[in-house]
């Protein structure tokens, strides 16, 4: 069964940082965009970030300069790193993988489909 797995979240003060793993297993994720998407209590689901398989990168505004998504194409591993997190980042982070191959990222929920259960991000102190 092909599935993308998340991990890395946890409990962090305002300020900090977190990296989230998202790992693929029963296929290879170098030819797929890999997007991370965000759902906070009472609020719509989000797109986070996203990269493409030629490393292309998105990202929503509310977390440029703070987000950092890269590709490691021998561990089958896409990451966020998250830098001066913020309270309002507290959320369930989820990744997904393009329903396409080859195809340039965005962020847009309806063009993934998601594979793991989440990991929970809370920023607080």
């Known amino acids: 069964q092909s599935q993308l797995v998340e991990s890395g979240g946890g409990l962090v003060q305002p300020g900090g940082s977190l990296r989230l793993s998202c790992a693929a297993s029963?296929?290879?994720?170098?030819?797929?965009?890999i997007g991370w998407f965000r759902q906070a209590p009472g609020k719509d689901r989000e797109g986070v970030s996203c990269?493409?398989?030629?490393?292309?990168?998105n990202y929503a505004d509310s977390v440029k300069g703070r987000f950092t998504i890269s590709r490691d194409n021998a561990k089958n591993t896409v990451y966020l790193k998250m830098n001066s997190l913020k309270p309002e980042d507290t959320a369930v982070y989820y990744c997904?993988?393009?329903?396409?191959?080859?195809?340039?990222?965005?962020?847009?929920?309806?063009?993934?489909?998601?594979w793991g259960q989440g990991t929970q991000v809370t920023v607080s102190s």
């Open positions: 997904a993988a393009d329903r396409l191959l080859f195809r340039l990222c965005g962020l847009s929920p309806g063009e993934f489909e998601s």
């Open positions: 029963g296929f290879t994720l170098n030819y797929r965009a």
């Open positions: 990269i493409s398989s030629d490393d292309g990168t």
